[in-house]
């Protein structure tokens, strides 16, 4: 058995909390012989609920849970953490985007992203799933100056699944037989999934449905699906919000499939020529504990402008929090 490795989750008293908190303890995450240690932070009106959570991790008797930590100090909730999923967060509701939350939200990252400076590990890997995602990860990112920025990014890996699932069902084929879809950009309205080099059981995508099923029904669906849940549900996602944590985190730790790859929103070094600094989510491979950005897929006009589109986007919302950007 390995030596336990520490956890670090926010809102850990929240919807997405209460699937995704489970998971880990289960082995889900980092694999069956990985013991972790959870620690978990919550705001000091939520550490009742808190230890109710905790409670029932203890009840699960879970063989690799080696620990936890409930606190409303995020110097405490950071401390030595080797990864941490930032989910505290306020969620949008009814007829909001999710940029509508960067006011009430972006301060609690800006506190995190020091807390993590000061006491991570720096080897951390950090996961933001708290709305808007992208740019909350940007300010963690900029408050965490001695960490390297390539290990602050932000969950795309719902929108990728939603993705497989639209693209699977159009087709009458399982996502396992779905290869090389990306979401690029912004998790956001303006994400842009693009199926150009995807392969259903081996053929191209695009020969198998018409460019205005594309444009018309499966990229807006993709793109709103956040909100048609909040619609049917009457509260954003969580089992699945908390499904495609585990999965980019396993990725990013264990590595990606073979002969496939993943979209993550991470720390832009020009590629695509998008801008350096910004979290944009392209596709990557991650092997040994890093990722890498897939070169060289070729992107036509049509992906051009909206790759361009949801870099705009970002760009209005970094701007936007400004005074929080060191
Ligand atoms: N990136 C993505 O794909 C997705 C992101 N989300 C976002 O995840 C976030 C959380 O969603 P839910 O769990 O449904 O919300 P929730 O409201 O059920 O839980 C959020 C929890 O965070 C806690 N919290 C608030 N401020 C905090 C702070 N400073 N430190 C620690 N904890 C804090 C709250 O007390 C609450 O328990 C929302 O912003 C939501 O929009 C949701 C689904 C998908
Ligand atoms: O739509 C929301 O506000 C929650 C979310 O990010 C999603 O489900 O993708």
């Known amino acids: 058995m390995k030596s336990p490795v520490r956890v670090a989750v926010t809102g850990a008293a929240g919807q997405i909390s209460y699937s995704l908190l489970f998971r880990i303890a289960a082995g889900e995450m980092l694999g069956p012989d990985q013991p972790v240690i959870l620690q978990m932070l919550e ?22 849970l080696a620990g936890m930590i409930c606190t409303d100090d995020a110097n405490v909730a950071f401390k030595d953490a080797d990864y941490a999923l930032l989910v505290g967060a306020r969620p949008r509701g009814p007829g909001m985007e999710r940029k509508d939350l960067l006011e009430a939200n972006a301060a609690i990252f800006s506190v995190q992203g020091k807390a993590i400076n000061d006491h991570a590990s720096r080897d951390i890997k950090v996961l933001v799933v708290g709305n808007p995602a992208n740019t909350n990860a940007l300010i963690t990112q900029r408050n965490a100056p001695d960490i390297n920025p390539r290990q602050f990014t932000a969950m795309t890996r719902l929108d990728h699944n939603r993705a497989l699932t639209q693209l699977a069902q159009k087709t009458d084929k399982t996502i396992n037989d779905i290869k090389h879809l990306t979401i690029w950009g912004n998790h956001s309205s303006t994400q842009y999934p693009d ?98 950005i897939v070169q060289g897929v070729e992107t036509n006009e049509f992906s051009v402008a909206k790759m361009k589109a949801t870099e705009d986007e970002l760009k209005q919302e970094r701007d936007a929090v400004s005074h929080l950007l060191p």
């Open 195 to 292: 199926i150009h080099h995807a392969t259903v059981d081996g053929q191209d995508a695009m020969g198998l449905i018409d460019q205005n099923w594309y444009e018309n029904d499966f990229i807006p669906t993709v793109q709103q699906r956040g909100a048609a849940i909040i619609d049917a549900r009457g509260a954003s996602s969580a089992a699945s919000a908390a499904n495609a944590a585990i999965f980019h985190m396993r990725d990013w730790a264990l590595g990606t499939a073979e002969g496939d790859w993943a979209s993550m929103a991470v720390y832009s070094d020009g590629s695509y020529g998008i801008e350096e600094g910004l979290i944009y989510s392209f596709p990557c491979v991650c092997k040994d504990g890093d990722w890498e």
């Open 43 to 64: 705001i000091t009106p939520a550490l009742g609920a808190l230890k109710g959570v905790a409670m029932e991790l203890d009840d699960c008797a879970f063989p690799l």
